[in-house]
């Protein structure tokens, strides 16, 4: 019999930690579905992780948030 354990932690951050993390969040957000969306768009032609870890960085960051 395995038993699992978890924790669970409450957060509260003041409005400056708040509008970080939102932002943070969108952020990836963003990036996860630009890759998507690169990836159905292409699907014949697959890129590799390499390819996709140097990408970010010439996504204009004006769109993240």
Same mark, same amino acid.
Not at 30 to 56: M, R, W
């Given at each position: 019999? %395995?038993?699992?354990k978890?924790?669970? *932690?409450?957060?509260?951050?003041?409005?400056?930690? #708040? #509008?970080?993390?939102? %932002?943070?969040?969108?952020?990836?957000?963003?990036?996860?579905?630009? *890759?998507?969306?690169?990836?159905?768009? #292409?699907?014949?032609?697959?890129k590799?992780?390499? #390819?996709?870890? %140097?990408?970010?960085?010439?996504i204009?960051?004006?769109?993240? *948030?």
């Amino acid at each position: 019999m %395995k038993i699992l354990k978890g924790y669970v *932690f409450r957060l509260y951050p003041n409005k400056n930690q #708040e #509008e970080l993390i939102n %932002k943070t969040i969108g952020c990836s957000r963003f990036i996860y579905n630009y *890759f998507l969306a690169d990836h159905i768009k #292409e699907l014949k032609k697959s890129k590799t992780t390499y #390819e996709q870890i %140097k990408h970010p960085s010439l996504i204009k960051v004006d769109k993240c *948030f």
